[in-house]
């Protein structure tokens, strides 16, 4: 099946340390998304990227780092200069230029601890 | 940028029960997308509506997009319906299509 996978499910890091969450994609979506949720509020932008080996900084992207080697993956690192990281973090790819067609991967819940 | 508000903020059902969310949008849009979170988390677009209605099941919307405003309609409301409903804009340029989500509703439908 084709599809988003997120990896892990939830991760646990000391203050201090960077951490890289996972995002695979099998839909061959030119575009991927990184978007930051945090309780009861929307989903807010962190990185996307259009093509590979290339990536734009969203609403958010202090503290967080991209790369875009391979056009199924889009890998997400939190650094340390990140002051509040504790969320939920989701991916998205979306087909084509369209503006609809998104997919979105079951996130990654991280906590700081 | 655009600012999208969503009300009301959380909604408690009794299955069965029809419900309506609104979606307000500060600016123009291009296109308008409602989409369903399901209580582990995972988003699942409901529909794309620049303007109009669609209907797909018990769930139609509608967007009036002159008065800048969209509506998502739940009819005979089931336990599965709960979680959280977003709408989202793109920006009015394009910019990567990436979304400015609104803030949600959070649904609750009990037995």
């Known amino acids: 099946d084709g599809g988003i996978t997120q990896s892990p499910k939830y991760l646990f890091r000391k203050e201090g340390q960077n951490v890289t969450l996972s995002c695979e994609q099998n839909?061959?979506?030119?575009?991927m998304y990184w978007y930051r949720q945090d309780p009861g509020q929307g989903l807010r932008l962190i990185y996307y990227?259009?093509?590979?080996?290339?990536?734009q900084k969203g609403d958010i992207a202090e503290g967080y780092s991209v790369s875009r080697e391979k056009k199924e993956s889009f890998p997400l690192t939190v650094t340390s200069a990140q002051k509040n990281p504790t969320a939920f973090y989701l991916c998205?790819?979306?087909?084509?230029?369209?503006?609809?067609?998104?997919?979105f991967g079951s996130g990654t819940r991280l906590t700081v601890v | 940028g655009i600012q999208v508000e969503q009300s009301p903020p959380d909604l408690i059902l009794q299955e069965g029960a029809n419900s309506t969310l609104r979606c307000n949008f500060s600016?123009?849009?291009?296109?308008l997308q409602w989409f369903h979170q399901n209580p582990w988390g995972q988003l699942i677009n409901l529909f794309y509506?620049?303007?109009g209605t669609k209907q797909n099941g018990r769930l139609s919307a509608t967007t009036v997009a002159t008065e800048r405003y969209s509506l998502l309609y739940i009819s005979s409301s089931q336990t599965t319906d709960s979680g959280v409903y977003f709408c989202?804009?793109?920006?009015?340029?394009?910019?990567?299509?990436?979304?400015?989500f609104g803030t949600g509703t959070q649904l609750k439908v009990e037995l």
């Open positions: 998205a790819s979306r087909r084509g230029t369209a503006d609809y067609g998104y997919t």
């Open positions: 839909l061959n979506h030119d575009a």
């Open positions: 990227s259009q093509i590979v080996n290339d990536f």
């Open positions: 600016d123009s849009v291009n296109n």
């Open positions: 509506i620049p303007s």
């Open positions: 989202a804009v793109p920006p009015k340029g394009g910019g990567g299509n990436k979304l400015t």
